[in-house]
């Protein structure tokens, strides 16, 4: 529960955060997951009353109703993982051998389809695993990973090797943000404090900048990202979620050498935030939410008071205009991200009249669902702009900058976008609610972090990012719930 309401007029912003932080949606999957459309059609409708009366300013009673159901569901919720832990072994103490399998059918005696406790049963499990509470000894064996690779990705990928990152030049281009030319080492420094200036001017400008084809060195792969896109195409034919992409050594070297970046505007002791994530974005309906499948509603990771320090604040020196950086977004596309299989999207601060207003009621709303099919979108839309870019290139945002996914068109010849994101801040600033625990540069290296630090932290991501997909019980293979 959260602490007492803020005055009146804070209210609607905290409401806001409330409903923006999963907590309804909560609500509404428990109702969809009971399959008791009269349940499910009452929670609908106490969310759209909620949503009307915070529209039309009422914040005080927003505050009154949703703390009533806030403690509603804190008891059910309670109730729900007493029963999924009860589930996840057995009274010999035997790990769960009898979880349900794709087909659906779920334990002993279970029926067809989606069972009462579908997404309750997975939200354990992975919480279990992310809070260290339960282990997975086969979920963490480097074979299992490795030998579900086609030959060509094995050879090239690894786990638990211990295969150290390099650092890596920005390289020339300083005129558009390019990473990819130089040759000469003992220019680097001068390059990148070239580089890097020029990509601060983009940052504060637009909220956003892009270095194509950034100088990757990832092991045996090579210069590119090839082989990790590859081995989400194996995951997704072993039935595991893109974002188990993070088992592989690869995926930490891409994620230490961003750091070379990341410093520049965040400080040599800034810090990664476990809610990384990956996605496999194929010609899906939209509605299918799969887990991996693409975030396609214009919206902003954080508000602008967790992202930016207000204007002539921040630490003394630090690279950043007007408004320094808290944190930002970083998101890697493995292979190209066309116009077709579906590039990013965002919008320049020039067209965001909301982009540093963080008390604006829509400030966390810019575009929203009025009924299925219809949205309400809360900027200019002619002022948002594609970003096609080639595998391996770096795109960056401002956590308060809209931006979006689009979908991938059946018609393309290009394959299905495939991309890994993360979130970097300030060690010095406070930690974000609910943000778990930060990792340091060392403890990021792929000699540090262990399969089971990796399982752990994909559970939780994928806890986190639950509010843009169904956690149904067939989302992951049988195998994860082997615990112990």
Same mark, same amino acid.
């Given at each position: 529960m959260? %602490?007492?309401? %803020?005055p009146p007029a804070e209210v609607p912003l905290a409401a806001r955060k409330l409903l923006a932080r999963q907590k309804m949606r909560d609500l509404l999957m428990a109702a969809a997951a009971s399959r008791d459309k009269k349940d499910f059609e009452e929670e609908t409708a106490f969310l759209r009353s909620l949503l009307a009366l915070s529209e039309a300013g009422q914040g005080?009673?927003?505050?009154?109703?949703?703390?009533?159901?806030?403690?509603?569901?804190?008891?059910e919720r309670q109730d729900d993982a007493d029963r999924a832990a009860s589930k996840a072994k057995k009274p010999s103490?035997? $790990?769960?051998?009898?979880?349900?399998?794709?087909?659906?059918?779920?334990?002993?005696?279970?029926s067809g389809g989606l069972s009462l406790d579908d997404e309750t049963r997975l939200q354990g499990c992975l919480r279990a695993l992310a809070k260290g509470e339960a282990k997975n000894a086969e979920a963490s064996a480097a074979g299992l990973w490795m030998g579900?690779?086609?030959?060509? $990705?094995?050879?090239? !990928?690894?786990?638990?090797?211990?295969?150290? &990152?390099?650092?890596?030049?920005?390289? =020339?281009?300083?005129?558009?943000?390019?990473?990819?030319?130089?040759?000469?080492?003992?220019?680097?420094? =001068?390059?990148n404090a070239a580089v890097l200036r020029h990509?601060?001017?983009? !940052?504060?400008?637009?909220?956003? #900048?892009?270095?194509?084809? #950034?100088?990757w060195t990832l092991g045996d792969v090579g210069p590119g990202v090839e082989g990790l896109a590859a081995a989400m195409d194996s995951l997704k034919c072993a039935g595991w979620p893109p974002v188990f992409v993070y088992m592989y050594d690869q995926a930490w070297q891409?994620?230490?050498? !961003?750091w070379s970046v990341m410093e520049g505007f965040l400080g040599a002791d800034c810090v990664l935030e476990p809610s990384f994530f990956a996605w496999s974005v194929g010609p899906l309906k939209p509605e299918s939410g799969n887990v991996g499948s693409n975030f396609g509603l214009p919206h902003r990771d954080y508000p602008a008071s967790e992202a930016l320090y207000a204007a002539g604040e921040g630490p003394e020196g630090a690279v950043g205009g007007a408004q320094q950086p808290k944190l930002l977004s970083v998101w890697v596309p493995l292979n190209d991200a066309t116009l077709d299989n579906g590039c990013m999207?965002?919008? %320049?601060?020039?067209?965001?009249?909301?982009?540093?207003?963080?008390d604006d009621q829509a400030h966390m709303r810019s575009a929203g669902e009025v009924r299925p099919g219809v949205y309400k979108i809360r900027f200019p839309l002619h002022g948002a702009r594609p970003l096609p870019a080639p595998a391996g290139s770096v795109l960056c945002w401002n956590g308060n900058t809209i931006h979006w996914g689009a979908s991938c068109s059946r018609h393309t010849s290009a394959a299905p976008r495939k991309s890994m994101a993360m979130t970097f801040r300030?060690?010095?600033?406070?930690?974000?609610?609910?943000?778990? &625990?930060?990792?340091?540069?060392?403890?990021a290296a792929p000699s540090a972090m262990t399969p089971e630090m990796r399982l752990a932290l994909i559970s939780r991501a994928l806890l986190l990012y639950s509010q843009w997909y169904t956690l149904k019980d067939t989302a992951v293979p049988p195998l994860l719930y082997k615990t112990s």
């Open positions: 959260d %602490p007492s309401p %803020p005080e009673e927003v505050t009154k109703r949703l703390g009533a159901k806030l403690a509603e569901m804190e008891k103490g035997e $790990t769960m051998e009898d979880a349900p399998s794709a087909g659906g059918s779920g334990g002993s005696g279970g579900m690779l086609d030959a060509g $990705t094995g050879t090239a !990928l690894s786990v638990g090797a211990g295969a150290e &990152s390099r650092m890596v030049s920005l390289g =020339a281009g300083a005129g558009s943000g390019s990473a990819g030319g130089g040759d000469d080492d003992d220019d680097d420094d =001068a390059r990509l601060d001017g983009l !940052l504060s400008r637009d909220g956003f #900048f892009v270095i194509p084809r #950034f100088r891409l994620i230490s050498q !961003l999207y965002a919008v %320049p601060r020039e067209f965001d009249a909301n982009f540093d207003k963080s300030r060690a010095e600033v406070a930690q974000l609610e609910g943000g778990g &625990s930060p990792i340091s540069r060392a403890s």
